[in-house]
């Protein structure tokens, strides 16, 4: 039967985070894995959600409230005025927009340019529609943009260029200067860029999270993806949007009703109440997640990770193996979940450019700290007991490498 499947169904397989869950499962592993919340969604939007259960919004549904709520906070953020008639189409979370969004968008054969390491739905999406994704690397420790690399990447076949910021995995928020390479270029170039905002408000230390869309003469090539899922806790409610130029707006919407006709219905109600939160709401979010940041870096600092980058935003931790360690990041996880009952996921994962060139791809593990106070504070007490009194560094540092 395998004869059957299209060739880039073929070549998807499990994610590594897939892989290691049976392990951590058998472990009854404290999970660090996954890039969801442990904690309970804010009470305010669960009472929407139920009441629109009750009051039977069971059909087929476009709440163009959310459209309207959208476009108020593109301007309050971003200075950016957007038709929420028009511009605006709210889709299955932001992984169906940017699906979408690829298949409006991309013709085969047509290349994207991705920064890496990437969060993994990119590339299949790209592939999917036909096109073909192209890799530039991002200079660690700070995760910088080279601009030299960035001109090589772009061939007379780039169609558009992808930027997640806030990152998933390094925690990274593009700086001005690099949003102005990648607009510049894309300007020069004539070609689209397709944001992933979903941490958009997830940023700490006072930075602020900036659109490339925002900046000159972009909004008209960019397409702008986000979603609930990640300021609200509610990632599996399903919804999210695509902001775009009216055009490519209304195919990504033509593309999106065919696939699934519509968001749920319930959750859509409820979007309109978590979009109407208060100032206070995102802040809180902010120094909740700056403070639970703080409590994972300097326990991963402390016994021995490289942590030469700190995370501006998103909620996530890339560390650094030590040199000491000659384990690989699977091997690393594998005893962290066997021995310390903590599972994380190995960077190796998230590295598409030159996996060989200097070995960085197997050098990181991805840390998620959106996890209740208990779960945060039972995962450093049992990465804690590994400690070498002699060193006070991890154990697992000190084994020696199988493969
Ligand atoms: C960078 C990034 N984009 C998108 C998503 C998925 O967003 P949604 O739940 O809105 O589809 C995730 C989830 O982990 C993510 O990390």
Not at 70 to 87: F, I, Q, R, S, W
Not at 155 to 183: F, Q, R
Not at 223 to 245: C, Q, Y
Request: charged share 25%; net charge negative.
């Amino acid at each position: 039967m395998e004869e059957k499947l299209s060739s880039v169904a073929k070549t998807l397989a499990p994610s590594p985070i897939q892989q290691l869950s049976y392990l951590a499962e058998r472990c009854n592993a404290i999970n660090l894995a996954e890039g969801f919340p442990n904690f309970p969604a804010p009470l305010h939007i669960k009472d929407a959600a139920v009441s629109a259960i009750r009051s039977d919004f069971n059909q087929y549904r476009h709440v163009q409230g959310i459209c309207d709520y959208v476009a108020c906070k593109m301007k309050e953020m971003h200075g950016m005025n957007v038709n929420p008639l028009t511009d605006i189409v709210i889709c299955c979370g932001q992984s169906e927009a940017f699906a979408a969004t690829m298949l409006a968008i991309i013709d085969r054969g047509d290349e994207v340019i991705l920064l890496d390491p990437s969060y993994e739905t990119y590339d299949t999406c790209i592939r999917l529609a036909g096109g073909v994704p192209v890799y530039l690397g991002l200079d660690p420790p700070h995760w910088t943009l080279n601009s030299d690399k960035l001109e090589k990447a772009f061939t007379d076949k780039t169609k558009a260029l992808v930027l997640n910021s806030p990152h998933n995995p390094t925690g990274k928020i593009s700086t001005k200067d690099e949003l102005e390479i990648i607009a510049e270029a894309c300007r020069r170039r004539d070609v689209l860029a397709v944001t992933d905002e979903v941490y958009e408000h997830i940023t700490f230390d006072n930075e602020r999270h900036i659109s490339l869309a925002s900046l000159p003469e972009m909004q008209g090539r960019t397409i702008i993806t986000s979603s609930l899922s990640k300021t609200f806790s509610v990632t599996g409610w399903r919804v999210g949007w695509a902001i775009a130029p009216t055009c490519i707006a209304s195919a990504i919407r033509n593309i999106h009703i065919k696939i699934t006709d519509s968001a749920p219905a319930p959750f859509q109600e409820a979007a309109l109440a978590a979009l109407r939160s208060p100032p206070e709401y995102f802040d809180l979010l902010r120094r909740d997640y700056e403070s639970k940041r703080d409590c994972i870096f300097n326990l991963l600092a402390k016994v021995g990770f490289k942590m030469e980058f700190k995370p501006k935003g998103s909620f996530f931790l890339f560390a650094e193996l030590p040199e000491s360690c000659t384990l690989s990041d699977v091997e690393f996880v594998e005893e962290l979940i066997k021995q310390a009952g903590v599972v994380a996921v190995p960077g190796s994962g998230f590295f598409h450019a030159n996996p060989s060139a200097d070995n960085i791809s197997r050098r990181y593990i991805r840390f998620a700290f959106c996890k209740s106070e208990d779960t945060l504070t039972a995962a450093s007490a049992k990465i804690g007991r590994l400690v070498d009194n002699a060193s006070g560094y991890l154990k697992l540092f000190q084994l020696v490498r199988k493969s």
